[in-house]
């Protein structure tokens, strides 16, 4: 069975700050996938990342990186110089190769304040 | 591009009414989901579709919970009658992609807000 932890139910920070987001998943299978999402407070869920497990390289996109490390299957987010605007809650989700759907973490909530 | 349209965004009833959600998926996707968020249980899965059959229902809380999808632009949720604790965000999200390595992200509505006075 498929599950998604992510340990960390909040955190504050103060603007520019780093801050990284773990997450830790279980599969058995091989091929699966995972993903992160941004909830803001306006409620959508916005896709920010997919990682295939056959593909360990770490992603960086502007102010936001991820860290994949197969060999203890975390899948951490990091969020460098963070802004106001980067407070939400931040969801970690996994889907294995045999499956359609997506099985989420119970989500992060970052607070950044000025 | 419009993205997965859901309506209404918000709904306060009263207990024993039915519900119905409704929910567009971004045209061309073969998948549909149905997703709950709850603070307590957090972001559940009800049911999916792929080309408009129901695939997997199990996470689908009771008999009271029906969904139906009768084309490839149009998905409904229903709940009859409904309860306090059906309260909820409801999700609709789709995607492309099939089940292999091209499988696409999931794109999310912006969900429907339900309160069951």
């Known amino acids: 069975a498929q599950k998604v932890t992510q340990a960390q139910t909040e955190i504050s920070v103060v603007e520019k700050e780093d801050v990284t987001l773990d997450c830790v998943y279980e599969?058995?299978?091989?091929?699966?996938?995972l993903f992160w999402y941004k909830q803001p407070p306006s409620g959508e869920l916005v896709f920010l990342i997919r990682?295939?497990?056959?593909?360990?390289q770490n992603e960086i996109s502007g102010r936001y990186s991820w860290n994949f490390q197969k060999s203890t299957s975390s899948f951490n987010f990091t969020i460098t110089a963070s802004q106001v605007v980067d407070s939400a809650v931040y969801f970690c989700?996994?889907?294995?190769?045999?499956?359609?759907?997506?099985?989420f973490g119970k989500g992060t909530m970052l607070l950044v304040s000025p | 591009d419009a993205g997965v349209i859901q309506s209404p965004r918000h709904e306060v009833t009263e207990m024993g009414q039915e519900v119905t959600l409704r929910c567009k998926p971004i045209?061309?996707?073969?998948?549909l989901f149905w997703y709950r968020q709850t603070m307590m249980r957090g972001l559940e899965l009800l049911i999916y579709?792929?080309?408009?059959?129901?695939?997997?229902d199990s996470g689908m809380p009771e008999d009271r919970f029906s969904a139906k999808m009768p084309n490839a632009s149009f998905s409904t949720l229903k709940i009859q009658p409904s309860e306090p604790r059906d309260s909820a965000v409801y999700f609709c999200?789709?995607?492309?992609?099939?089940?292999?390595?091209?499988?696409?992200?999931?794109?999310f509505g912006e969900g429907s807000r339900l309160t069951v006075l």
């Open positions: 990682r295939n497990s056959f593909d360990e």
């Open positions: 579709f792929n080309n408009n059959v129901p695939i997997d």
């Open positions: 989700a996994l889907s294995e190769e045999g499956y359609s759907t997506l099985t």
């Open positions: 999200a789709s995607r492309g992609g099939g089940t292999g390595p091209s499988r696409g992200e999931l794109f």
């Open positions: 045209s061309g996707h073969d998948y």
């Open positions: 599969t058995r299978d091989t091929t699966y996938y």
